[in-house]
């Protein structure tokens, strides 16, 4: 069982729509999450940060922790056409976020 | 774009060459790390240096050697590569003495004939 699964899509939705990618672990150990946004032959970008349980809103963007259901997602508002990326989950254990735990990737396509 | 920077962004090199990847930090940041990401697969950890001392070597083939002669600079020598290796190749950093995460750079992409 790979300790990270994220469906890989692609995913395609109309411009506006609310988006949700979603990765779960197996790890109870981690403790902190991340999702990195990959535009198409560009490096990862860090999108959003967080660290335990809850939600954590940064503009059109939310990420959720369930650590009882060991679930992470990641919602887009208002989907734009440049939110046409790849996005990649990202976890680690205890201040050890040296090595992070990367999921495969969710291929995000919005059309106008 | 990022401070984190990266050369040559595309290679390509047959399995007898020997090349270097290059990978240079603006962030101010004690901890680099070297990258493989392969189609439909996770980022593939390979090394990590923390004040420029090896740290973390992921069961990487030997063809592939790093180096990192300071903070902000971080090399991955490339030698008799098999095809398979060809992939995107992305180096990251972080300050290693904060909980903060990694950043990346763009990448290169190698193709090995």
């Known amino acids: 069982q790979k300790e990270v699964e994220q469906d890989p899509g692609p995913l395609s939705v109309p411009e506006g729509a609310i988006v949700s990618l979603n990765c779960t672990y197996s790890?109870?150990?981690?403790?902190?999450f991340m999702w990195y946004r990959q535009y198409s032959r560009k490096g990862p970008e860090l999108l959003m940060y967080t660290y335990s349980s809850g939600n954590k809103e940064d503009g059109r963007f939310t990420a959720q922790v369930d650590k009882s259901s060991k679930y992470i997602s990641l919602f887009i508002r208002d989907s734009q056409p440049s939110d046409s990326a790849t996005y990649l989950c990202a976890m680690s254990a205890n201040e050890d976020t040296d090595k992070l735990i990367f999921g495969t990737g969710t291929r995000l396509q919005v059309f106008p | 774009e990022t401070g984190v920077t990266q050369t040559p962004r595309h290679l390509v090199m047959g399995m007898t060459n020997k090349k270097s990847l290059k990978c240079e930090q603006h962030l101010g940041h004690n901890a680099m790390y070297w990258y493989k990401q392969s189609a439909k697969k996770p980022l593939e950890l390979m090394f990590v240096y923390n004040f420029k001392e090896q740290t973390e070597n992921n069961s990487v083939p030997s063809r592939f050697s790093p180096e990192c002669p300071n903070s902000s600079h971080l090399f991955l020598h490339l030698h008799t590569l098999q095809p398979e290796d060809s992939a995107l190749y992305l180096c990251a950093s972080r300050h290693s003495t904060s909980t903060d995460t990694q950043y990346f750079g763009p990448g290169t992409r190698l193709t090995v004939l």
């Open positions: 790890n109870s150990a981690f403790q902190y």
